[in-house]
């Protein structure tokens, strides 16, 4: 919790030490005020007071409560104003924090929870700021003030106090043994709640589809009832607090009036008022010590759940980040649109066995390097380690002449057109889908954008829909077919007008003649741009410059469609199933 307090900067330290002054300023209004309470109780029963006296008394009352009205005031909007930004700054770290994981370091942590710890550990972490900030600085300084303003008025009254104290922080501690490895139980149930809404949400089609809405739901109702259970157990531990104190607080106030009339009783008529007085005046002090304790109880009920939130938000920005940025972010001029792999080996990190062993292939500039093979061989690997998604094993991977480490990500990242396996759109308009190329921004000119779509094959179904190009697509694009995604997803590389194309099967859901005519359209544009492609047709691939076949993450044959039928069995296999004799011999 302190590692994130240090993310609080110079102005918000500026005005929480305001709020310091203003929450003592406030505590000494309000324990000014028994002090007044106690001279009219004495006016009252002295003869020959003066009216006007009670009456100044009276008003100095108010003021001293008017005085701590406003300051309370002040202190909430600003204690509101520091927690809102704290919060808002961490929200953007950690989200800051996750764009720059690698893909085996976000592995560690499911969707699912990476969005409780951006949103419901946050929200916990802001509530202890804004209470704390008052809370934990008011109860303190409050209970040791009214303390030392009763410690010499009796000292069976400072018992009587002891005691009440000594019984609310044994109730205290107690609970907090109890409730505090609970939390952390909490945070991940309302994880797994979270990935059982989304995994739900995201695959509702087949939900539907199989009838299996009341598989969902139980599975729903099973993690949703442990959660809810768990957030009864720790409610109902703490609601034991409440009626303890109260009972504490008025048990207090009934000791402290028994005791002070047997004083008064024995004591000389002289003293018979002022003790009054003092009796008064030491059972509101005595409530403010109580009340202080009362305070604290609330922060110490917040404090232990945002704990774990803070141990689970700093567990995602204290990760390592394996994949650095190298130096180099300009061209060097030695090669131009190659790729390179020297005896590239590759396993995941938290993997025993190698996905890829000694993968060795140049692709030269102008070249399409198509990767076949086997569900599982590596294809989908192999791609990811150009943009650097993953670091090799061992080898090294280059481009044009480079170790893809050398360079800094966003400039590697700016020679690569990347289409992934899963076509990815995001909600907003076509255009920005597909102006999404140049690095987010939307600065890609209409003429790129429609003659992107153009070659992509999607002009026609682009400019049939209501708003054409400005047509709204929702979240992952479940407004358009999965063959209209990948053209979009498609265009969306043709537009950034990279060095390198890399698609991951990206032509899986297109029909054959748009997938060949597709093919044919791009090499005319592109031109003289290097592809590499994953693809499990035989069709999309026949015409590449080199085929790679991979069996079990090795190279297996390597050459054009022709060589590999006569000197590669997988590969001819792999045809075979797709392709009759006579379509291979006239391919």
């Not at 047997?262 to 003092?278: N, R």
């Not at 590449?544 to 000197?567: R, S, Y």
Request: some cysteine; proline content about 1%.
């Amino acid at each position: 919790m302190i590692k994130l307090l240090k993310n609080l900067r110079k102005k918000e330290w500026a005005l929480a030490v305001v709020c310091l002054v203003l929450i003592i300023g406030q505590v000494w209004l309000e324990l000014k005020m028994p002090d007044y309470m106690s001279q009219i109780t004495v006016l009252v029963q002295t003869e020959g007071s003066q009216m006007s006296e009670i009456i100044k008394n009276g008003a100095y009352m108010l003021g001293c409560a008017l005085g701590s009205l406003i300051s309370a005031v002040i202190v909430g909007y600003l204690v509101s104003g520091i927690s809102a930004t704290f919060s808002k700054n961490i929200r953007k770290k950690l989200f800051d924090k996750v764009e720059d994981l690698a893909m085996s370091e976000i592995k560690e942590f499911s969707t699912s929870s990476l969005i409780t710890r951006t949103t419901n550990d946050i929200t916990q972490i802001q509530m202890l700021v804004a209470m704390g900030l008052q809370l934990s600085i008011k109860a303190p300084i409050t209970a040791i003030w009214a303390i030392t303003k009763i410690l010499n008025k009796s000292w069976q009254w400072s018992a009587l106090t002891g005691v009440g104290v000594v019984i609310l922080l044994s109730v205290i501690a107690t609970l907090m043994v109890i409730v505090i490895p609970k939390f952390k139980i909490v945070q991940k149930l309302i994880d797994k709640v979270n990935g059982v809404t989304r995994e739900n949400l995201t695959g509702i089609r087949v939900v539907r589809a199989f009838n299996a809405e009341q598989y969902q739901e139980d599975k729903f109702e099973k993690v949703n009832t442990k959660l809810t259970n768990q957030q009864l157990f720790n409610q109902k531990t703490f609601a034991v607090l409440s009626p303890t104190m109260y009972l504490v607080m008025y048990f207090l106030t009934l000791s402290i009036y028994f005791v002070g009339a047997y004083l008064i009783k024995d004591s000389l008529m002289a003293d018979k008022i002022e003790l009054f007085g003092d009796m008064v005046v030491f059972s509101s002090y005595a409530m403010q010590v109580i009340m202080s304790f009362l305070m604290l109880a609330m922060i110490f009920m917040m404090v232990p759940r945002a704990q774990v939130s803070a141990e689970r938000i700093n567990e995602v920005l204290d990760t390592d980040i394996t994949i650095k940025d190298g130096k180099i972010d300009s061209n060097t001029n030695k090669e131009v649109g190659t790729v390179e792999f020297k005896d590239v080996s590759f396993r995941y990190p938290d993997g025993d066995e190698y996905v890829l062993k000694d993968i060795s292939f140049k692709a030269n500039r102008g070249e399409t390097v198509a990767f076949i093979g086997s569900t599982g061989s590596g294809k989908s690997t192999l791609i990811n380690l150009v943009p650097r998604f993953y670091d090799v094993t061992e080898g090294e991977v280059l481009v044009d002449g480079i170790n893809v480490k050398e360079y800094k990500q966003d400039f590697l990242h700016n020679k690569i057109g990347y289409v992934s396996q899963k076509a990815v759109i995001f909600n907003d308009t076509v255009k920005a889908n597909v102006s999404y190329g140049d690095n987010g921004k939307g600065e890609i000119s209409d003429e790129k954008i429609k003659k992107a779509i153009e070659v992509a094959q999607g002009k026609d179904f682009v400019e049939k829909m209501e708003n054409g190009y400005e047509t709204q697509m929702s979240q992952g694009g479940t407004n358009v077919s999965g063959g209209q995604k990948q053209r979009l997803s498609i265009a969306r590389a043709i537009a950034r007008d990279p060095e390198i194309y890399i698609f991951d099967d990206s032509f899986s859901a297109l029909d054959y003649k748009t997938d060949s005519v597709l093919r044919k359209e791009l090499k005319k544009y592109t031109g003289d741009k290097t592809t590499l492609m994953v693809a499990q047709r035989i069709g999309t691939i026949m015409n590449a410059d080199k085929i790679l076949v991979l069996d079990e993450g090795k190279i297996v044959g390597m050459g054009t469609h022709k060589e590999l039928l006569k000197n590669c069995e997988v590969y001819k296999q792999i045809a075979l199933s797709q392709l009759s004799k006579e379509e291979l011999e006239d391919a």
